[in-house]
């Protein structure tokens, strides 16, 4: 009789589970127990644990186009877009070196001027767009300018600008990330984007970095 009755309720809940519609080969009872298993507060996660970890370029595409769609319709014109979009990149130039500071185990701090764009030509361009930078330069008419170039940026390569704004740079946004950078490692300057196309790549764009003087007085006393 108490076999017969297990039995019976072994069935119904086998049943019931059977009823349950499927998510990803388990049926929904035993998804929402994994789930729970594996939901973790984002604020909980070492961030070491997300070094070297990559973010679909699918995923980073669709949200810097919402961004982008959504900036346009609260601007005037190209040159107000391209200021929102360096303004949002420089925020996340600010947590970015905050981010890289902190998993720096040797705790260096770059003081001159070209460890300094190295830094950013490699380290950040990895970190951020998953390698570096194609190329880091001096400019050869103004002592204060040097440009960091990306044959085929990240950002770029699949936004779709139409005729009425094809001046839009979107490279805006790299550009405040890396003023974000240079200001927060004590090194001001200006920093703006150009697209400058070439056989084969024709969304290169260059970062334009324009120190300020105070920085070319201090490379000089370093000398």
Not at 81 to 91: I, S
Not at 107 to 131: P, S
Request: proline share 3%; glycine share 6%; hydrophobic share 35%.
């Amino acid at each position: 009789m108490t076999t017969s009755t297990s039995a019976s309720s072994r069935l119904s809940v086998m049943s019931m589970a059977a009823s349950l519609p499927s998510v990803g080969g388990y049926s929904s009872a035993t998804a929402s127990i994994y789930s729970k298993r594996a939901t973790t507060n984002i604020l909980e996660r070492h961030l070491n644990k997300s070094r070297g970890a990559e973010v679909s370029l699918n995923a980073f595409a669709f949200m810097f186009s919402e961004m982008l769609q959504y900036t346009q319709k609260r601007v005037h014109g190209i040159q107000d877009l391209e200021r929102k979009l360096n303004e949002l990149g420089y925020r996340v130039g600010v947590r970015a070196l905050d981010l890289l500071v902190w998993r720096d185990k040797n705790n260096k701090r770059e003081t001159r001027v070209l460890g300094m764009l190295y830094f950013i030509h490699t380290t950040v361009w990895k970190t951020l767009f998953g390698k570096q930078a194609d190329s880091l330069e001096k400019s050869t008419e103004n002592e204060d300018e040097y440009m960091i170039s990306d044959n085929d940026p990240v950002i770029s390569k699949y936004i779709s600008i139409p005729k009425d704004v094809s001046q839009l740079n979107c490279g805006a946004f790299m550009a405040g990330i890396v003023e974000a950078i240079m200001d927060g490692c004590q090194f001001p300057s200006r920093v703006t984007a150009h697209t400058v196309p070439i056989e084969g790549y024709p969304l290169r764009t260059t970062i334009l970095i324009k120190l300020d003087k105070e920085v070319l007085e201090r490379e000089e006393q370093l000398k």
